[in-house]
């Protein structure tokens, strides 16, 4: 089973500032690697599919980057609806895996 | 619109059995994938079972393998989850997801399961 490890587990930004989420593999995921986000009380939403495309629908704000087992999503300048938890998950093998979350928290 | 509606949540004791349901609209459900996602109170995502689209092939994660069985029918646009031995674990929300693109890019609002005497 691979082994995806966030970090920060918590990020505390303020409005504006940029924010860097890392997703790190336990072995290579190739390009692999989603991004979604959850809200409280709400089911998770995709971001960025295979490390660094953007879902539909999804601000340019967001991207993605990385391969092989290092992963990163930036988010240029946070908006109040940011604020959420953001997990990485890997579709390289089964069983599909996520990583812990990382909350991105306001400050 | 797309949508994933699931259904079946509940109270159920520990050894006991529930049967969760999800009907997708909007979209071709016969063409995707389809997968159960869970999240346990206060705890991150956890990927339990998936089905292709024909129902053909169906994969599992080893902390509900041999006791959940993920089945689907596309004639309804349904998935189902038959839940056996359940135990105190595996409370948790239970989420319908959508696979496209080898992601999950449509969930539904989830259903919860709590098991407990």
């Known amino acids: 089973e691979i082994v995806l490890t966030q970090s920060p587990v918590t990020l505390s930004l303020s409005p504006g500032e940029r924010a860097t989420l890392s997703c790190r593999a336990s072995?290579?995921?190739?390009?692999?690697l989603h991004w979604y986000q959850q809200k409280p009380g709400q089911a998770p939403r995709l971001l960025i599919y295979?490390?660094?495309n953007r879902a539909t629908g999804i601000p340019a704000r967001f991207s993605g980057s990385g391969s092989g087992t290092d992963f990163t999503l930036t988010i240029t300048s946070l908006e109040p609806e940011d604020f959420a938890v953001y997990y990485c998950?890997?579709?390289?093998?089964?069983?599909?895996?996520f990583g812990q979350g990382t909350k991105v928290e306001i400050k | 619109e797309e949508q994933l509606a699931e259904s079946g949540g509940g109270l159920v004791q520990p050894g006991g059995s529930l049967r969760l349901s999800c009907v997708g609209s909007?979209?071709?459900?016969?063409?995707?994938?389809m997968h159960w996602v869970r999240q346990a109170p206060g705890k991150g995502l956890e990927w339990i079972s998936h089905?292709?689209?024909?129902?053909?092939?169906?994969a599992y994660a080893d902390s509900v393998k041999g006791r959940f069985t993920i089945s689907r029918d596309n004639a309804n646009s349904m998935i189902h989850l038959q839940m056996n031995s359940l135990r105190a674990e595996d409370t948790a929300i239970y989420y319908c997801?959508?696979?496209?693109?080898?992601?999950?890019?449509?969930w539904g609002p989830g259903t919860m399961v709590t098991v407990s005497s």
């Open positions: 997801v959508r696979d496209q693109f080898f992601a999950f890019d449509l």
């Open positions: 909007g979209y071709s459900f016969s063409r995707l994938w």
């Open positions: 089905v292709n689209n024909e129902g053909t092939f169906t």
């Open positions: 072995q290579s995921v190739r390009n692999f």
């Open positions: 295979d490390a660094s």
């Open positions: 998950q890997q579709r390289y093998n089964w069983p599909r895996t």
